[in-house]
């Protein structure tokens, strides 16, 4: 077997262009007449939205346009799917995507609230303190044991005992080979909660070419293609239009 992808070392090819400084990054991109966003985001895990005042943000020297759910639209809508779930008999998939702003209830800490454009980023985030928000608090749901049972707190209505998925797949008999089986083994695993540690944290910068009629989208992301196609998706467009 060649050693070329194993067993081997392999010449990393994006070094050169790192160690010079000649690396493209998000931050890196600068257009003309560009404004800068921030997100007000939820500091509680479930609750009622009663109210949502940005007319201090508003008064702010620099500041371009403050919207929340309300100031949408028709562009207020969860996101499109874009991995179906697999075709297996009896499967329980209830779909809820994400989206863009919270309306009426926040169902995780970080759910965005609201949208600040601002001249730079550093008054865009300095708006949102500005921002008044009134929560009716819920009982949140932190145990995912305890948000199976008939008792527990509802993230989202209609979905009962907070199952998003259950998918069951067999292959064989297994009940003939555990019978015949000198030992079978049970274990519980736990999984760790995993985070990512890119060089390059979040961030996008789009740029909408009217006489193209043409979106181009700088993204920090592994899947620029799920990217394009949700976007193009969310806002009517061919996914031709979406670069």
């Known amino acids: 077997m060649s050693t070329r992808t194993f067993g081997g070392p392999i010449r990393r090819n994006e070094d050169a262009r790192l160690l010079r400084g000649q690396a493209l990054f998000v931050d890196d991109v600068e257009l003309p007449g560009m404004v800068h966003a921030a997100f007000l985001r939820s500091n509680v895990a479930h609750a009622r939205i ?3 005042d940005v007319s201090a943000a508003l008064a ?7 919207y929340t759910a309300a100031d949408l639209g028709d562009y207020w809508a969860p996101g499109p799917l874009l991995v179906p779930p697999p075709p297996i008999k009896d499967t329980i998939f209830n779909q809820r995507t994400q989206v863009p702003l919270a309306k009426d209830k926040v169902r995780h800490v970080g759910e ?10 550093y008054l865009a985030e300095d708006v949102l303190a500005d921002i008044t928000i009134e929560f009716e608090p819920l009982p949140a749901v932190v145990d995912l044991e305890k948000a199976l049972g008939e008792n527990s707190p ?4 209609g979905v009962r005992a907070n199952v998003a998925a259950h998918v069951r ?6 009940a003939a080979a555990r019978a015949r089986a000198d030992r ?7 999984y760790d909660h995993g985070a990512s540690q890119p060089m390059e944290t979040r961030g996008i910068v789009a740029n909408w070419d009217a006489r193209a009629n043409q979106l181009t989208v700088w993204d920090t992301t592994q899947a620029p293609v799920f990217l394009r196609n949700g976007l193009a998706g969310m806002l009517g467009m061919s996914e031709r239009q979406c670069a």
Do not use: T
């Open 154 to 157: 509802s993230v989202h209505e």
């Open 184 to 190: 079978v083994i049970a274990r519980r695993f736990h």
């Open 60 to 66: 702010r020297d620099g500041v371009v346009a403050v």
């Open 50 to 52: 009663r109210s949502i």
């Open 112 to 121: 965005p609230l609201a949208v600040v454009l601002a001249q730079s980023r």
């Open 169 to 174: 797949q067999s292959r064989g008999d297994y």
